[in-house]
């Protein structure tokens, strides 16, 4: 009888220590082996000359090291990289590499589509698939981490990673902690726990939990005021309206130390973009430690919306500046190659649960 072989890329420490013990083997086993995934990045048991033969032999049979498979590489005008990985079954997944002076961000899915449905969004028209698992996140910063050449001869090409690819992230709470964990894992890739940012819609319940769990930067895809709007735009909001959001905003500042919210606002020409927006938004973020990103909109095919104007995202700052909220317009990035916030549509067959939207059980999103 053959069994299904574990992929170690998936395994925190605390699960690879388990994962070990079952199999009789010590606890520091996990260091050694964590040490050989991320650190030389092998993927091949026999070159693990400090484990015994007989331990090898084991692993061999039993587990693997095994990331996405990379289907097809893209590289923007602007240095930004795209990669499109498989995820089986003809779905495609994608990672985006943003170099900048003094970093690399790494944006990674969480998701094979999503089902939030955003009005907005290339991944929400997409449509659902599936979770991706721990091994397929981890599997991308490992990936990347490989693919590029390091920033330095100890430092890694990436630093920073934001789950701001396909999918919401706390709808896959359960394959996204261990994930969370590995990345700021000493023994992991050691990433800080600042430079690992937690995108999402606004899954209250899974807001909380995060808190307490994991301890990363978040950031608020908010996108409009008030309810009205925002139910339009984002339909979660029908499930967690934005008093509801701004208040686990607020537990998750108060939470743990030197925390900040990211509120993330995307402009749309003649939607949620006037002086009125700007001043009811400000008035919405007052007392919160927040700091704003204005995303300028981006264009996919069959899109409902288009990007305001450079002068009205440049008014709207200004009215947020001089309400003393912290204020940004996020360059776009690899716009030329479709990498951009929100273009990402990968592929996603098999759509069972297309665009199930605010519709869907909260507890089943979680679950
Ligand atoms: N699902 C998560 C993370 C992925 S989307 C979330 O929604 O937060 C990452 C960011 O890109 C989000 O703020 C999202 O609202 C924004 N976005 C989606 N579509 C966009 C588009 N077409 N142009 C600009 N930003 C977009
Ligand atoms: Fe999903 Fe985020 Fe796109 Fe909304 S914006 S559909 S939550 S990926």
Known sequence: MTTETCNLLG?????????????????????????????????????????SMAFRAVLKEQARIVPPELV?????RDGTRKWLLDSGTGNRVE????????????????????????????????GFNRNLTSAEIVGQLWLANKLLPPRTCDLPAVSNVVFMGMGEPLANYRNLLPAIRIFTDPLGFNLSKRRVTVSTSGLVPAMDRLSEEGDVSLAISLHAPD???????????????????MAACR?????????????????LDGVNDTDAHARRLARRLNGLNAKVNLIPFNPYPDARFEC????????????????????????????????????????????????????????EITA
């Open 227 to 245: 309810n009205a709007l925002r139910d339009e735009l984002v339909p979660i909001n029908r499930r967690h309206p934005v008093e509801e959001l």
């Open 11 to 51: 395994l925190d420490q605390a699960a690879l220590t388990a994962w070990l013990a079952a199999r009789g083997q010590r606890a520091f086993h996990a260091r050694q082996l964590m040490a050989w995934i991320y650190r030389r990045r092998c993927t091949n048991f026999d070159a693990m000359t400090d484990l």
């Open 95 to 126: 990672m985006v590499f943003i170099p900048e002076a003094d970093r690399g961000t790494l944006c990674i899915s969480s998701q094979v589509g999503c089902a939030m449905d955003c009005a907005f969004c290339a991944t929400g028209a997409q």
């Open 308 to 363: 305001s104007s450079r002068e009205r995202i440049d008014c709207f700052r200004e009215i947020l500046l001089n309400a003393g909220i912290m204020t940004v317009t996020r360059r776009t990035r690899g716009d030329d190659i479709e990498a951009a916030c929100g273009q990402l549509a990968g592929q996603v067959r098999d759509r069972t649960r297309h665009r199930i939207g605010a519709r869907r059980l909260q507890s």
């Open 251 to 267: 537990r998750y500042i108060q939470g743990g130390t030197h925390r900040h919210v990211l509120i993330e606002y995307v402009m």
């Open 72 to 76: 097809d590489t893209r590289e923007s």
